[in-house]
């Protein structure tokens, strides 16, 4: 390992010159096997990485996550994918070990927002990982080590360009950490907050039942949004985040964001859009596009005559406003993280439209009674952590 590494450019082509390097003169705790990864490349990959190490030490499972511009698109732990998962993650063709189906949940639930993602693995990855990488459109993998045969796929991927990070899983950062913004220097303390079910014992809604399930989707979803840019919120089912909303200056329309993104994760297992008839060899973009628009607000973009037929061997037949309300009714059992209080009812209202049941968040506002009364009229179970989980 070396102490610096010098990059193609900083954030944008412009910004020159541009490294990473250990202020303190020790070694990097990471090594470029692969590719020439740039100034957004390592900060996805140190972001993601030690969100998925925080995933497998709370868990104890295999994880991934799936990361765009500093946030996750996606973050899950290994657990076996039902045939419609396999369908709606398009891996019925391969076979998955536990670190893959960890992957595969983390880019399938938005894969929209996971085009040209970055990939953190938590666990060696091995070739049943790789060959799922080598599908997909993505800049780069971080992991703390490769077998032989992974590497020699990853290291053919993008025409031997694709960026192959191995970190070191021993490394312990600096508890102080720094940061210059205008060329003035900030200094903290990191944030060491261990996530963990302790953080649900203080159950303030009528509803106290929260299962063994609901705990380790809640765990994940603030897992993920102690490195999610705030304002954030996430929605978590099935071991895996199924909508994050990120950066948002307002809460409720963070939960807009992600809610919409769980209902599109929900609606893509309808029998209509798991039926699509679509052409053959149409570019994995191309569908992911097409089933985008096809439950989204504008169908039309793929339904229009002289449209469709580049996509589908024949016209599908529209999927109406009152058959997805009918099944989004069908979603259930949702956990929502949040990473500060929610100031009204609004963010439980509108979670409840997905499904959501179990509620984490740190409480504090002084609006409290009013979100709790609004759980309570729902049947939600609510968990104040006392947490915050701003991450900037």
Same mark, same amino acid.
């Given at each position: *390992?070396?102490? !610096?590494?010098?990059?193609?450019?900083?954030?944008?082509?412009?910004?020159?010159?541009?490294?990473?390097?250990?202020?303190?003169?020790?070694?990097?705790?990471?090594?470029?096997?692969? @590719?020439? =990864? +740039?100034?957004?490349?390592?900060?996805?990959?140190?972001?993601?990485?030690?969100?998925?190490?925080?995933?497998?030490?709370?868990?104890?499972?295999?994880?991934?996550?799936?990361?765009?511009?500093?946030?996750?698109? @996606?973050? #899950?732990?290994?657990?076996?994918?039902?045939?419609?998962?396999?369908?709606? /993650?398009?891996?019925?063709?391969?076979?998955?070990?536990?670190?893959?189906?960890? /992957?595969?949940?983390?880019?399938?639930?938005?894969?929209?927002?996971?085009?040209?993602?970055?990939?953190?693995?938590?666990?060696?990855?091995?070739?049943?990982?790789?060959?799922?990488?080598?599908?997909?459109?993505?800049?780069?993998?971080?992991?703390?080590?490769?077998?032989?045969?992974?590497?020699?796929?990853?290291?053919?991927?993008?025409?031997?360009?694709?960026?192959?990070?191995?970190?070191? =899983?021993?490394?312990?950062?600096?508890?102080?950490?720094?940061?210059?913004?205008?060329?003035?220097?900030?200094?903290?303390?990191?944030?060491?907050?261990?996530?963990?079910?302790?953080?649900?014992?203080?159950?303030?809604?009528?509803?106290?039942?929260?299962?063994?399930? %609901?705990?380790?989707?809640? *765990?994940?979803?603030?897992?993920?949004?102690?490195?999610? !840019?705030?304002?954030?919120?996430?929605? %978590?089912?099935?071991? !895996?985040?199924?909508?994050? +909303?990120?950066?948002?200056?307002?809460?409720?329309?963070?939960?807009?964001?992600? +809610?919409?993104?769980?209902?599109?994760?929900?609606?893509?297992?309808?029998?209509?859009?798991?039926?699509? =008839?679509?052409?053959?060899?149409?570019?994995?973009?191309?569908?992911?596009?097409?089933?985008?628009?096809?439950?989204?607000?504008?169908?039309?973009?793929?339904?229009?005559?002289?449209?469709?037929?580049?996509?589908?061997?024949?016209?599908?037949?529209?999927?109406?406003?009152?058959?997805?309300?009918?099944?989004?009714?069908?979603?259930?059992?949702?956990?929502?993280?949040?990473?500060?209080?929610?100031?009204? +009812?609004?963010?439980?209202?509108?979670?409840?439209?997905?499904?959501?049941?179990?509620?984490?968040?740190?409480?504090?506002?002084?609006?409290?009674?009013?979100?709790?009364?609004?759980?309570?009229?729902?049947?939600?179970?609510? #968990?104040?952590?006392?947490?915050?989980?701003?991450?900037?």
């Amino acid at each position: *390992m070396a102490n !610096q590494l010098e990059l193609k450019y900083g954030m944008n082509p412009n910004q020159k010159p541009a490294r990473i390097y250990m202020q303190d003169g020790s070694d990097l705790p990471v090594k470029v096997l692969n @590719g020439r =990864p +740039g100034y957004i490349n390592f900060l996805d990959a140190l972001n993601s990485w030690q969100l998925v190490k925080e995933l497998k030490a709370a868990t104890g499972l295999p994880s991934a996550a799936s990361f765009k511009h500093v946030s996750p698109a @996606g973050a #899950a732990v290994a657990s076996p994918l039902s045939d419609i998962d396999k369908q709606i /993650y398009f891996t019925d063709d391969v076979d998955l070990s536990p670190l893959a189906c960890a /992957y595969a949940r983390a880019r399938g639930a938005d894969r929209m927002s996971s085009y040209g993602d970055f990939a953190a693995l938590s666990d060696i990855c091995d070739k049943a990982t790789a060959l799922l990488l080598k599908k997909e459109v993505s800049d780069g993998v971080i992991a703390p080590g490769y077998t032989q045969e992974a590497l020699e796929i990853l290291c053919a991927k993008k025409k031997g360009k694709y960026n192959v990070i191995q970190i070191d =899983p021993s490394y312990v950062p600096n508890p102080i950490e720094h940061k210059q913004v205008f060329g003035v220097t900030f200094e903290q303390g990191r944030n060491n907050s261990v996530i963990s079910q302790d953080l649900f014992s203080n159950i303030v809604t009528k509803n106290k039942d929260l299962p063994e399930e %609901a705990k380790r989707d809640l *765990m994940i979803s603030l897992i993920a949004l102690k490195y999610t !840019q705030s304002n954030s919120v996430a929605y %978590a089912k099935d071991g !895996q985040c199924i909508g994050i +909303g990120a950066g948002q200056q307002s809460r409720v329309h963070c939960t807009r964001l992600a +809610g919409s993104k769980a209902d599109n994760w929900w609606l893509r297992q309808n029998e209509k859009v798991l039926s699509l =008839p679509f052409v053959e060899k149409i570019r994995r973009a191309d569908r992911d596009n097409c089933i985008d628009n096809y439950i989204g607000e504008h169908p039309e973009d793929v339904l229009a005559d002289g449209v469709w037929e580049q996509f589908f061997t024949r016209k599908p037949e529209p999927f109406t406003k009152e058959e997805k309300l009918a099944w989004l009714k069908e979603l259930k059992n949702v956990s929502l993280g949040s990473d500060a209080f929610f100031p009204f +009812g609004d963010n439980i209202e509108r979670a409840h439209l997905s499904g959501v049941k179990y509620v984490a968040e740190p409480g504090g506002s002084i609006r409290d009674d009013n979100v709790i009364e609004t759980a309570d009229k729902y049947d939600m179970v609510m #968990a104040f952590t006392g947490l915050r989980l701003f991450h900037h």
